[in-house]
């Protein structure tokens, strides 16, 4: 897995992605026909074009849509679709200051040490999540949370790690370091985790792997500890880059980024989907297995 995976949120890359006109999108999904079990480029040609866009992501309601791109821009910027009466439009565009996670609420967009919150119609200006996370020494690339306002995420600058930190009778705790099913192999970060916190899911670079890096998944056991690192297999994972997965709030879709092409230092990266069935699947072989 490349370096730039962990440089993405201060440099970027230098391929770029289209975010200037985009064609009339109508209906459901911006348009798009539902994905089955094999994932699929999502709005090919539209959002995912042969240049550099990821991290997509919809709100509660399914009626925005949010995507990291850099065409026009120095830096990466995310914009920001909305559908009013059936037709989607581009509404907002701003720089990208971490990575966006949106609570299951639509209240709060999360990005890495800070977060916007929801005014009207629109975002507030990023705050920060205050000195337990505004570290120096940490390297932030995407944080994401619980109902329970459980924050997992991501550290590249002490070793590839993913940490916790819970909400104790009101109070935020300190992080903690992930269990080791977590924090093994490489370029281990961008963790997704589940709204009640039955699952997470996370990509590295391991020996198990199919190809650079892979998409893994982890499921709360009966006893209420985190069960093994489970590879999400072949009609998830590619023989190159492959991660910053996120299931839409209906549950009905797994969204993630796969490397597509190289060439030289430009990378064409695009948003991928399919069912988010996968997770049932994989839910069910590992509670067999804890039996």
Request: no cysteine; glycine share 10%; net charge negative.
């Given at each position: ?99 966006p996670f949106i609570t299951s609420d639509g209240q709060t967009m999360h990005l890495a040490k800070g977060y916007r919150a929801r005014e009207g119609d629109s ?169």
């Open positions: 897995m490349k370096q730039y995976l962990a440089l993405m949120l201060t440099f970027g890359i230098s391929a770029t992605a289209m975010a200037g006109d985009f064609p009339k999108l109508e209906g459901p999904l911006m348009g798009q026909t539902p994905p089955g079990k094999m994932a699929e480029v999502f709005a090919p040609g539209v959002i995912s074009t042969d240049k550099w866009e990821l991290e997509g992501v919809f709100a509660p309601g399914m009626e925005e849509f949010y995507f990291v791109t850099r065409e026009g821009f120095e830096r990466p910027h995310i914009i920001g679709f909305r559908m009013t009466d059936g037709v989607w439009q581009k509404f907002t565009e701003f720089r990208r200051t971490g990575e975002w507030s200006e990023t705050k920060s999540l205050g000195p337990l996370f505004d570290r120096e020494d940490w390297g932030i690339m995407r944080l994401t949370a619980s109902d329970a306002g459980t924050y997992v995420f991501d550290d590249y600058k002490t070793g590839d790690m993913i940490r916790i930190s819970r909400m104790v009778g009101g109070e935020r705790q300190p992080a903690e370091a992930m269990p080791v099913q977590f924090n093994s192999g490489k370029m281990t970060a961008h963790p997704f985790i589940a709204a009640d916190e039955s699952y997470l899911i996370w990509d590295s670079e391991r020996e198990d792997g199919f190809g650079q890096s892979d998409l893994y998944i982890s499921f709360r056991m009966p006893d209420g500890e985190w069960g093994p690192a489970i590879n999400m297999g072949p009609t998830v994972n590619s023989d190159d880059d492959d991660f910053w997965a996120s299931v839409t709030p209906d549950g009905k879709y797994l969204m993630f980024d796969r490397v597509v092409a190289r060439d030289g230092d430009t990378v064409n990266v695009d948003i991928y989907w399919m069912d988010a069935g996968i997770i049932n699947e994989l839910r069910q072989k590992a509670m067999s297995g804890a039996e």
